[in-house]
């Protein structure tokens, strides 16, 4: 039976990221570049400007390579990851153009707890007077 980490994976390459594309297309498009993940020993390659946005495998031209171990990854697709702990610990470790990371990380924003949140700031009862 496959571990919680990859299934986590899979779900995320396989029907999250798809479903955020066609729901962002044309930012989707507008972008350009290609991020491979590799999650323990399963890989994707995320593809922006391209209409089949997510292929199974890593590419090896992509502008920027991440690893991620299962557990960090599992984080990540929280919203409660430290990069800087993680990066610090080598359970993520990257090595291309970072800019890559910053534009997917502004695509996926949408999906995020921490992105709703700051759109719902009445469920908090956050006082602005």
């Given at each position: 039976m496959e571990n919680t980490a990859s299934t986590k994976a899979h779900k995320f390459f396989g029907e999250t990221l798809p479903a955020l594309v066609e729901a962002q297309l044309e930012k989707h498009l507008a972008n350009k570049g290609r991020i491979s993940f590799r999650i323990g020993e399963e890989s994707w390659t995320f593809r922006f400007g391209e209409a089949e946005a997510v292929h199974e495998g890593a590419d090896e031209a992509a502008g920027l390579k991440m690893y991620f171990e299962p557990s960090a990854f599992d984080q990540?697709?929280?919203?409660?990851?430290?990069?800087?702990?993680?990066?610090?610990?080598?359970?993520?470790?990257?090595?291309?153009?970072?800019?890559?990371?910053?534009?997917?990380?502004?695509?996926?924003?949408?999906?995020?707890?921490?992105?709703?949140?700051?759109?719902?700031p009445q469920k908090f009862n956050w006082n602005f007077s």
């Open positions: 990540f697709l929280a919203s409660n990851l430290d990069m800087r702990l993680a990066v610090n610990a080598g359970t993520i470790k990257a090595e291309g153009d970072f800019e890559l990371l910053k534009q997917f990380g502004l695509f996926i924003e949408a999906m995020t707890p921490r992105h709703r949140q700051v759109e719902e």
